[in-house]
């Protein structure tokens, strides 16, 4: 039986940053433990591989939902990351904070600490923007980040001019003052490398003595004495090992993983947990439950110029850009494909943005709805103008489907549940459509593939949505945090478990409303503010 001061569940975007800073303390012994393996592949460390890690067998968790009404009974695919490194070794690379008004909502709803102004130093502290620093931003941190623009496909600029056209604010960095407008996404690379949290946080950190990181290690449940955690049992090299911590494990395994190893664990539903031979440890139903995720679709076009489409697809095209890669670190290999877009609002009586655009320069119509297969685009040029809901209303859960901590849990998003989320949806294809007329992008336009210019009545481009809509990628609030567990919350404004002692959670899944876009960066800032409130109290 091995001990530490503080057990790490996953080593993802939070769990990356919580052991490096913990660690920080040398009086404080941290464990990580990891159910994936090294993050020193390709189709990790250089950036456009993320396309290959999309469906890697041992990269990738490669979950599916339960078919699902919204999408027309559709799967969704949910790519989460089982790598060093999490899901920020996999992701797209975009770089978004957030809006200042979801985190006061946070606040708001009985969480402090959790505002804006409270989290913003915390936003400032983990980055390096290449740019600079000032008020809003960071010029220090792990994680690098990096503007697009001057290396963005020319496309993405026509993208941008014509959305200026059609009445859009040009904003130079969703990340400053203020996350509305149109513009380019920065991305989280360093030196033409992927700039993950295992990159900016673990790997350094690693050299310390008091520092220990175990891969392919698959949590089995958390040990609890009562109602205190005291270790973890975990699953390696098929032998069950006992790691006990004696101050605190922390889990940081993700929107599914965490309540996963919660409700295996005895952490949930008793009227769930027990026809599964499970003994309720801690009575709490909402384990699972509030679970959020952005969706969205895309307008796709053929082009009359040249896309990435002639880059990426033929053989020996991308032998020249994996040259142009090898030699300078730059290229396309060196970028994201979400390279553009912007946060706007979907009609003038919007407080604020709630829809989310992107252009890629690229097309991919031959796959599968969510599948981006960034090697195998179509044979034509094409590119693609897509949108997703930046505070979707839509409620689902999960559940685990048997003690086995190595089958997937039951995912049922419900996607759409919620009426007001297709509405505004369907909405913004008249938005993208207008900005899509504007030059100098309509002049590059030969014609809408999908889905159609004569596709224009509420019930065909309703069809196409339930067809056409996909996962973004971005699963959260299983394990919401509030002051008040009869009110559904998990863990506390602390990120303690409600009724237990010694166990926190700090990831994406604590969170309370999904933040507008993507998550990286909430995830890292969430590890930031969990490392704090763990050493105020060690």
């Not at 999309?54 to 089982?82: C, I, M, Q, S, V």
């Not at 959790?114 to 390096?128: G, V």
Request: net charge neutral; with cysteine.
């Amino acid at each position: 039986m091995d001990h530490c001061d503080v057990v790490v569940v996953g080593a993802g975007s939070a769990g990356c940053v919580v052991a490096a800073r913990l660690s920080e303390r040398p009086d404080l012994s941290v464990t990580v433990l990891e159910a994936g393996g090294s993050d020193r592949s390709v189709w990790v460390r250089m950036p456009i591989g993320y396309g290959g890690a999309f469906y890697h067998p041992t990269l990738n968790w490669r979950y599916y939902t339960e078919p699902d009404e919204g999408l027309g009974g559709r799967k969704a695919y949910w790519p989460r990351g089982k790598v060093v490194g999490g899901s920020s070794s996999i992701n797209a690379m975009v770089y978004i904070r957030g809006q200042a008004a979801d985190y006061d909502g946070w606040a708001a709803a009985g969480n402090p600490g959790w505002s804006y102004r409270d989290l913003l130093p915390y936003f400032r502290k983990l980055e390096t923007n290449l740019p600079g620093g000032d008020t809003w931003r960071g010029d220090s941190g792990p994680i690098t980040v990096r503007d697009v623009a001057d290396d963005a496909h020319p496309l993405s600029h026509a993208f941008v001019a014509a959305a200026e056209k059609a009445g859009f604010l040009r904003n130079p960095d969703f990340n400053g003052a203020d996350q509305e407008g149109v513009g380019f996404y920065q991305i989280t690379t360093r030196g033409g490398l992927r700039c993950s949290a295992a990159t900016g946080y673990l790997h350094p950190a690693l050299k310390r003595p008091n520092l220990r990181l175990v891969t392919h290690a698959t949590v089995m449940r958390v040990l609890f004495e009562g109602r205190r955690a005291v270790g973890v049992e975990y699953l390696k090299d098929g032998t069950t090992h006992r790691l006990m911590a004696r101050r605190e494990v922390v889990l940081s395994a993700g929107a599914i993983g965490s309540p996963q190893i919660l409700q295996l664990s005895g952490v949930g539903d008793p009227e769930r947990l027990g026809p599964l031979g499970i003994a309720t440890t801690v009575n709490a139903p909402a384990v699972g439950r509030n679970l959020m995720d952005h969706v969205g679709f895309d307008l796709v076009y053929e082009s009359k110029v040249p896309t990435l489409n002639a880059t990426l697809g033929p053989l020996l095209a991308r032998g020249r850009a994996g040259l142009h890669y090898l030699l300078t670190r730059g290229g396309p290999l060196s970028l994201s494909v979400n390279q553009a877009g912007g946060f706007v609002r979907g009609d003038a009586g919007r407080a604020r943005p709630n829809l989310q655009l992107y252009f890629s320069p690229l097309s991919y119509t031959r796959a599968v709805p969510g599948k981006r297969r960034l090697t195998a685009p179509d044979s034509f040029p094409g590119f693609m103008l897509g949108i997703s809901n930046c505070h979707p209303k839509s409620r689902g859960w999960l559940h685990i489907r048997s003690v086995d901590p190595t089958a997937p849990p039951e995912i049922h998003p419900h996607y759409f549940s919620a009426p007001e989320d297709l509405e505004e949806l369907l909405d913004s294809v008249a938005l993208m459509r207008a900005i899509a007329a504007e030059p100098p992008l309509a002049s590059a336009i030969l014609r809408e593939l999908a889905p159609g210019p004569d596709v224009t009545d509420r019930d065909g481009l309703i069809h196409y949505i339930r067809e056409r809509t996909t996962s973004v990628f971005h699963p959260s609030g299983t394990c919401r945090m509030g002051p008040d567990p009869s009110d559904g919350a998990v863990v506390d404004p602390t990120l303690k478990l409600h009724g237990a002692e010694g166990l926190r959670v700090a990831d994406a899944s604590i969170m309370p409303a999904i933040t507008a876009g993507n998550l990286n960066a909430p995830s890292l800032m969430i590890g930031e503010k969990a490392s704090d409130l763990i050493r105020a109290d060690l």
